[in-house]
């Protein structure tokens, strides 16, 4: 059997592979406005509970791509213990690669916290555009950002980042605008990161002898330090809800007719209101 991945055994306690609350993935649907028979196209979907969710509560149809198959087996299990099976259909392949070979548009189209298919933000938006059946649909990012300038030195573990207002300018260069974000707060990157450490030591344990047992130690113990010392501080984590800029007197009639439609449509509208839409924490690092 091979050996699993460093990215496959951090994963292994999450469901959703994100900082981010299964309460605060259900008010994302509820904003949306999802229904039945809706279709949405997940790239890099991961373990698909997200799609999986959403199916069982909204009845939307779904199609996610992830390139690594050990999430897909993931997925689709997922999908049959919540008797959406039916409904949801999972592709093995590279995000960008799958676009340019299928040219079926869907009602919404979403990259939660992958990016990289893209080549960053702006190219993920470029991607994602396409694949929409019209510029009424709605795109979902999901995106790190930083919280406050960190040090030059300071090394996260999440790669780049850039700041909401980046995020904002990059969503109306391509002609989008943001309607809507929930964002993550501390609790939610502590119990994401945090279960990594579990993760990979309880694997550490049960496998000491393996080959990349101390590759898979030290890049543990560096990803911790990093978040402890810099991430934790610095860095914050939302899902951003976008839809072509209502710019024209053409398009203001189609726009007020969305936003109607979402609103009359959203089935727990008032369970939406409960939920608080937490903001992170904007005090300096030393105060944290």
Known sequence: MPTPTYHQISEANHRHMNPFSAEKIQLIGEICGLRPEQTILDLACGKGEMLCQWSSRFGIK??????????????????????????????????????????????????IGATFVG?????????????????????LVGEPFWLQPPPADANTGWGESSSLESILEQSENADLEIIEMVLANDDDFDRYEASQWKAISDWLHDNPNAAVSQEYS?????????????????????????????????????????????????????????????RPDFRSASSR
């Not at 991607?127 to 795109?139: E, H, N, Q, T, V």
């Not at 934790?232 to 939302?238: E, F, T």
């Open 218 to 278: 030290e890049q543990m113990k560096k990803r911790r330090l990093n978040y402890l010392r810099n991430a934790r501080s610095y860095l914050g984590w939302g899902i951003f809800v976008l839809r072509e800029r209502c710019s024209t007197s053409s398009r203001t009639k189609a726009c007020t007719a969305w936003r109607s439609d979402s609103l009359s449509l959203c089935p727990n509208r008032e369970s939406a209101a409960s939920v608080p839409k937490e």
């Open 62 to 111: 779904a199609t996610g791509v992830d390139s690594q198959a050990p999430f897909l087996d993931v997925a689709k299990q997922r999908s049959e213990e919540l008797n959406v099976s039916d409904r949801l259909s999972f592709v093995q392949a590279e995000a960008a690669g799958y676009l340019k070979e299928n040219t079926e548009t869907f009602d919404l189209v979403s990259c």
């Open 119 to 139: 080549g960053g933000f702006s190219g993920t938006l470029a991607i994602m555009k396409p694949a929409r059946k019209g510029s009424d649909s709605l795109l």
